[in-house]
């Protein structure tokens, strides 16, 4: 890719975007429960003894962590483990920013999915949670220069977790990617902070511009499972979008869309669907 097809993009959106903005969390307090939890795991379950101390419990710090667990799943031929771990690890220790979206994200997750009963589910089985990881350190890398590189990790990461995102998207913080199977996103779309998105959704293009040529989803929106969305359209703060709908122009802040084209069908009925989560048309209210 070109540096001359990247500098020469029209401006994303008038708007500034959210990303990783405003609260931060506690990342030393979230180690220690995620330790402590761990500990209990090894109690309950010993047959889960080893996964449990090689991720958690003989890891000193938790980008070592998160580097140890995704070097378990994406290490290959190619780039055994004891190539990938220490370039997982050692972006997760230079850049604390990171491990601190990743540690929102694991939070997101345990708050919203009512499947999730611990904050160290997310990051022993939840392929969303380690997707959305991997997709941070392949970006960092794209920021560095290191392009060839951070694509590897995209490529190895749609092999692992059934989830393609480019290494140039822009992705904010505090999102629940729930089930995440197919989840594809473009390499100019930008999703703001505390969005939820469910599984087999498409941030795509619609044909072969070049530039900003995929969707703006903003804050507290919620894309209900196999939503496509397409083009350099805005999903406006708070919105809802229905399962299944193809989305080809730009949804209002806090209305819901669906159908195919979708078409607005009332307001959201919350003040932020993504923490919410509520998944019902609520068609009543329809402007």
């Known amino acids: 890719m070109s540096e001359s097809h990247q500098s020469t993009a029209p401006p994303a959106s008038t708007n500034p975007s959210r990303i990783c903005a405003g609260k931060s969390v506690d990342v030393a ?135 393609d ?21 473009g390499e100019t779309a930008i999703i703001e902070d505390d969005v939820s998105i469910l599984h087999e959704v498409t941030l795509g293009g619609t044909g072969k511009q070049t530039g900003d040529r995929h969707p703006i989803v903003r804050s507290g929106v919620l894309l209900g499972a196999g939503a496509k969305i397409l083009g350099r359209v805005e999903i406006g703060t708070g919105a809802k979008v229905g399962a299944g709908s193809v989305v080809l122009t730009n949804v209002p802040p806090h209305t819901t869309v669906a159908g195919v084209p979708a078409v607005v069908v009332g307001q959201s009925g919350e003040e932020n669907p993504a923490i919410e989560m509520n998944q019902r048309l609520d068609c009543r209210n329809r402007p």
């Open 165 to 185: 995102i480019h290494p140039a998207a822009r992705i904010g913080c505090g999102l629940l990617l729930d089930h995440a199977t197919s989840f594809v996103v």
């Open 29 to 163: 307090a979230v180690w220690d429960i995620l330790r402590a939890e761990a500990a209990r795991v090894v109690d309950e379950e010993p047959l889960l003894r080893h996964l449990v101390d090689d991720v958690i419990l003989s890891r000193e710090t938790p980008a070592a962590s998160l580097g140890a667990r995704l070097a378990r799943r994406l290490a290959r031929e190619d780039m055994p483990r004891e190539a990938i771990e220490p370039l997982l690890s050692g972006v997760f220790a230079g850049h604390p920013l990171i491990v601190q979206s990743a540690v929102r994200d694991m939070q997101a997750m345990f708050d919203r999915d009512p499947a999730c009963f611990s904050l160290l589910e997310p990051l022993l089985f939840f392929k969303g949670f380690l997707a959305l990881t991997t997709y941070r350190v392949s970006h960092q890398l794209w920021q560095d220069r290191r392009r060839w590189l951070a694509l590897y990790l995209q490529s190895i990461g749609s092999e692992a977790f059934a989830v």
